[in-house]
């Protein structure tokens, strides 16, 4: 299975080490799927981990760090080509368009201008229930 993380998934990782995101990240780790990003990506996150708001959960340093372990442990492909404006919130299109590129089961995603989408291909699913699926089809 493949899937590509919404970096909001991955900064609730680093927030909430508990929650779902982080047994998802625990699950990749377990080799339950593999993990697809690109630079867009991981530009993005990195950004958002270096905003001042986040310095109670993470230091500038250790953000660093996550992202360069991210970038070298998932498979990383080239940012695609961008989609005609499918989401409510344009600036989310290009996830759609690496999921799409990159032929991935899912889209996991906790942001409802993605998740409230009528349908998508690949399906796009919150944390919760994409973790949900990881569990079914490990005890299969």
């Given at each position: 299975?493949?899937?590509?993380?919404?970096?909001?998934?991955?900064?609730?990782?680093v927030?909430?080490?508990?929650?779902?995101?982080?047994?998802?990240?625990q699950?990749?780790?377990?080799?339950?799927?593999e993990?697809?990003?690109?630079?867009?990506?991981l530009?993005?996150?990195?950004e958002v981990l270096?905003?001042?708001?986040?310095?109670?959960?993470?230091?500038t340093?250790?953000?660093?760090r996550?992202v360069?372990?991210?970038?070298e442990?998932?498979?990383?492909?080239?940012?695609?080509?961008p989609?005609?404006?499918?989401?409510?919130?344009?600036n989310?299109?290009?996830?759609?368009?690496?999921?799409?590129?990159?032929?991935?089961d899912?889209?996991?995603?906790?942001?409802t201008?993605?998740?409230s989408?009528?349908?998508?291909?690949?399906?796009?699913?919150?944390?919760?229930?994409f973790?949900?699926?990881l569990?079914?089809?490990s005890r299969?």
């Amino acid at each position: 299975m493949r899937a590509v993380l919404d970096p909001n998934v991955l900064v609730s990782a680093v927030i909430s080490p508990a929650g779902p995101p982080a047994q998802i990240l625990q699950a990749w780790t377990d080799e339950q799927f593999e993990l697809i990003a690109s630079p867009q990506l991981l530009n993005e996150l990195d950004e958002v981990l270096k905003r001042r708001k986040f310095r109670r959960w993470i230091s500038t340093q250790t953000a660093s760090r996550y992202v360069e372990a991210l970038a070298e442990a998932t498979t990383v492909i080239d940012d695609p080509a961008p989609l005609a404006r499918t989401s409510s919130d344009s600036n989310d299109d290009y996830l759609l368009a690496l999921a799409r590129a990159a032929a991935t089961d899912y889209l996991v995603s906790g942001d409802t201008h993605l998740t409230s989408l009528a349908s998508s291909e690949p399906p796009i699913l919150p944390p919760r229930e994409f973790l949900d699926l990881l569990h079914a089809s490990s005890r299969t």
